[in-house]
């Protein structure tokens, strides 16, 4: 059999993920330091984890409403009031999904015809392009700049609008930027997408993670806009909850009603076992995630201070737990960067244009590591940079 011709076409033309593929490099090598996958370093909390054990002693093995839990949904919307200041109906107007993943997935089948354009900014998470082209969609991506610290400009959303846009994807704070987007912003692009009639997924996985006192604004918040948003947030970075593959969106009933359609055929239900952790972390989660919230802050502070000094111009992110240096003072592509930092410096970092052609010349790193290893990748990152700069000479 010719496989080559009987992939479907939308699958066989998706690239591999540039962070998995890269990451290949390092899996069962001892001696590298990763500052590469976004996963936080704790462990889930104690009383998380407990949650979990005491769902399996009691038995609770079965499946559920292909909802979710009630019980879940109804301390989500508790909790997404209260945080985010939206009310929803946790009867019709909450799924729980199989990680934020799974809800952008159920979210594009449920919304798009084929030849449908989904904007969204870039550089961003690298599963955007290719959910929208397994949907049948165009992915349209609207570059950011360094210069406006990678928030998403209203004039540039505006001059990329055309008759076939339907959807605009949002990501704030964004991976890999940590970039935040200020009110004053969110509520231009609002008013675009209520001019030009436009649904917004607004993924917000790391809106918990925010430092120095940056707001977070949900764009479902403003005026005008919750009739128009899916809100999408989770349990993984927040709650160093990762294996747990736990996510949630909120929005109104039509869109989560088609996309339960969607997600009642393929995935049936979220594993109750993490369904009731989840409402654990929801309900005395908050003190723990802040004091990570904490550790992730004085790590961003040290390994940016640690990137400037090197020469590696680098802003200090507003939220996430990433940062994203320059690299490009260096006669090498992102890639050819990383791949030396890893090969010569034992360093493991992810190119920029993993993340699409405008993370060009900048590299990230994750900085949910351990600080003594944060310190030690930072030393022989600046060993190595001296080395390209003696190379340059």
Request: one cysteine or more; a negative charge; glycine letters at 6%.
């Amino acid at each position: 059999m010719d496989w080559s011709t009987t992939i479907a076409t939308q699958v066989a033309q998706i690239p591999r993920s540039g962070i998995r593929a890269f990451f290949d490099l390092v899996t069962g090598r001892s001696d590298i330091i990763s500052l590469g996958v976004g996963e936080p370093d704790f462990v889930t909390p104690w009383n998380i984890r407990e949650a979990a054990i005491y769902s399996l002693e009691r038995g609770h093995t079965t499946y559920t409403s292909n909802y979710g839990l009630e019980s879940l949904r109804r301390k989500i919307v508790t909790y997404v009031e209260n945080f985010f200041g939206v009310s929803y109906n946790p009867l019709n107007e909450v799924l729980v999904t199989v990680g934020v993943s799974e809800a952008i997935d159920l979210a594009l089948r449920a919304l798009l015809n084929p030849g449908d354009e989904v904007l969204y900014h870039e550089p961003c998470y690298v599963s955007y392009a290719p959910s929208v082209s397994m949907a049948y969609g165009v992915a349209v991506p609207i570059a950011t700049k360094k210069s406006d610290l990678f928030a998403l400009d209203p004039a540039a959303l505006e001059a990329a609008i055309t008759p076939r846009t339907k959807v605009l994807m949002l990501n704030f704070p964004t991976n890999p930027t940590g970039a935040v987007a200020p009110v004053e912003t969110l509520e231009a692009i609002a008013r675009l997408c209520i001019k030009h009639d436009l649904v917004v997924l607004s993924d917000e996985i790391y809106s918990e993670l925010r430092y120095d006192d940056v707001r977070h604004t949900s764009i479902a918040s403003l005026p005008g806009m919750r009739e128009r948003t899916l809100l999408l947030h989770g349990f993984s970075k927040a709650f160093a909850m990762t294996g747990f593959r736990l996510g949630y969106a909120c929005g109104p009933e039509p869109l989560v009603s088609a996309m339960m359609k969607v997600h009642q055929y393929s995935m049936l239900c979220a594993p109750i076992t993490s369904q009731e952790a989840a409402i654990e972390a929801l309900e005395n989660g908050t003190p723990a995630m802040l004091e990570m919230r904490e550790s992730y802050r004085m790590r961003r502070n040290y390994l940016v201070k640690r990137l400037n000094d090197m020469g590696l111009d680098c802003h200090l992110p507003g939220g996430a737990f990433y940062v994203f240096p320059d690299v490009s003072r260096f006669s090498l592509s992102s890639k050819e960067f990383a791949e030396r930092l890893l090969m010569e410096a034992k360093v493991a970092a992810v190119p920029g244009d993993a993340f699409g052609a405008s993370g060009e010349g900048f590299l990230r790193c994750c900085y949910a590591t351990a600080f003594e290893l944060i310190r030690e990748a930072c030393d022989a990152m600046e060993r190595f940079v001296d080395k390209l700069q003696k190379e340059a000479r």
